[in-house]
Every structure is written in C-alpha cells, then in structure tokens.
C-alpha cells in the first residue's frame, strides 16, 4: 500500500526584509506539496488582504521581539488560518509570548526544505510544531529554579560560559562559532540555553544579569 500524496497547501510568506522573503521563498520553491500564495512585508496587512480563497498557512520571518507582529497575529485569529515563523533563537520569554499570540509554529531559520513542508502540514492540521531546540529550551526555562541566582552558577556548561564571554563582547553567533570551532546553528541553541538558565528576554539582558551575578567580569 502506497501513502497519500500531502495535499498541497497554499502558503502565504510573510517579511519585513525582501531579502529574508527571497530565502523563504527558496525553502518553498518547486515543491508539489506547497503552491506559493502570494507575499507580504507586514503580518498585520494578512487579514485585510482578501486572497480568495484565502491562504492555508502564513510562514512568517518574525522578530519575536516586534509588537507589531504580535498584534498582526489576532487579524488571522478569525478566520483560523495557522501562522508558522520561522527566524533566529529567540529568547524563551518571547517565544512563549509568540505561542499564547496563536502560533502554530516556530522553526529556525537553517530548517531544511523538507522539515519545513512537514511542519507547515502538521500546522494546517491543528498540531503545535516546534525545532526540537527550541522545545528543549522553553522545557529548561520552566524547570523549577531555573531562574534562582544561586544555581545559576552551577547550571552553566564550560561551552555555555565560553558563549557566554563572547556574547559580552558583542560578538555575532557566526564570530563566536568561528571563535569556538562550532556550527552557528550550534551556538545559536547556546545563546538560547544561556538566555533561558539567566531568565532573560534579549543578549543584553542575559550579560547585564551575569555581571550582577558573577559569571563574567567586564
């Protein structure tokens, strides 16, 4: 017995960049299984745009960290169409904000093609996905004492520090992987790990709240 074809899903994209609109746009490219809806530069134009028939999915490259976007989410709320983003680690706090907004989904931005159709099918049909680091990281984040100053110390691998020192300097995920000899994708799950074990929402928040605590000296 052979499977059934997926059925092909028209999916809008969704970017303030055009450039980060074209890299989606390449993931999407060729596919049978996904028909290109049409694109947009704001998640808050989705709802008044009267596609007919309307999109099945919108893959939005978000900031997490854009109230704009946020607000955008509530105009796609009525008419139930699910909304996937796909971007750079976020930080824990702001992710969990994008999930109670009405995502159905957050993938980093190097997903490959063909996760990426599987994720916009199981969002269509009404299931949460997320990349398995960012899962692991909003599990970490809600792990009791978790944010307490104390352990803090303790909870720190020897990599997430030497991230950690370089994220004080500055430095760009692609930097410190080269300083590291580490995939970008690898340092990107650190930065997420660190920003959840200190409780923050932003790089900058996670090395103001080391300082205070100890863990590096500027």
Known sequence: MTDTPARAL???IVARQS???ATIRRLVAGREDIIPAGELASISDAGDMGLS???DVVLAGWDPGNADDV?????LEAPGIPVVLIGDMPAPRSLQAALRSGVRGFLLADTTPEDLSTALHSA???LLVLDPLLARTLAMAAQPGTLAEEKVDEMLTDRERDVLQ???LGLPNKTIGHRLRISEHTVK???GSVLAKLGATSRTEAVTRAVR?????L
């Open 166 to 168: 370089l994220m004080a």
């Open 19 to 21: 450039m980060v609109r």
């Open 10 to 12: 028209r999916v809008l």
């Open 53 to 55: 028939p309307p999109p």
């Open 189 to 191: 799950f650190h930065v």
């Open 213 to 217: 605590q100890g863990l590096l000296a």
């Open 71 to 75: 607000a955008g989410l509530d105009a």
């Open 124 to 126: 269509y049909h009404g």
